[in-house]
């Protein structure tokens, strides 16, 4: 008949496919003309739900929800199914996944004389070209620094001696005035260290560290130090007049 317009519309469309067993999101070209049933069925094999604990939902282009598509009789092209459309998958089981869940996952670890020997590893490229802890000039200039160091903490320590009025100067610390009570080593950390009485509660213990006492002082007036922050000199002890206070 004249006048008689026929729609023709594309038996396929092509939907974006998202679920929540996993946070991808893929593109899928369907027949209209396939039910739901058969749509959940291939679905299976994209998100691995069982058809029988899927529910879909459909969105818009813009991801607007429109509809829940909960008639497996019903055909596909039947739901206002239009191409980038997305479908959601809920997976009702609440079940990971075995591709998704990690935990599963066997750990592999390469022994460390293995791992040595390969010629492919990062340690490997390093070693070749000198880098990192494998460049020899840059360790060398970092052991001369790391002497010259201690020689000067040393020579520093040696000129200190105990009962000497002294004031404390550690960077992004306020000043603090005390005496020396103790010069040397210790068993807490390595190196030389100067363990002083401050005139004020400034400190973090009473001249023990770890179980091991090396000076007494009262809580909290005890501190230790590195030689090159202490100054000796003529720094009387402040009192204080309660009057004035």
Known sequence: ???????VSNPTVNVRLTNTISSFE??????????????????????GASPSSMELELFSVSDIFLQKMDDNEALLGSY????????HVIDKSGQISEFTDVSKVEKFELPDEAYEKRTDSARSFMKKH???????E???????ENAARRDEEKAAADALS????????VPEQPTKLGTVMYVGTTDFKPGYWVGVKY???????????????????????????????????????????L???
């Open 1 to 7: 008949m004249e006048g008689e317009i026929t729609i």
């Open 26 to 47: 893929s593109m899928r070209r369907f027949n209209r003309g396939i039910t739901i049933a058969e749509l959940k069925g291939k679905l299976e094999m994209i998100v």
């Open 80 to 87: 206002p199914v239009d191409d980038n459309c997305k479908i």
């Open 130 to 136: 000198g880098v990192g802890q494998f460049n020899e």
């Open 138 to 144: 840059e360790k060398a200039k970092k052991r001369a």
């Open 162 to 169: 105990v009962g000497s009025r002294c004031k404390v100067q």
């Open 199 to 241: 005139d004020e509660p400034l400190g973090k213990h009473d001249g023990s560290v770890a179980g091991k006492r090396y000076f007494e002082c009262e809580n909290k007036y005890g501190g230790f130090v590195k030689p090159l922050s202490v100054t000796v000199g003529d720094f009387p002890e402040e009192t204080y007049d």
């Open 243 to 245: 009057d004035e206070m």
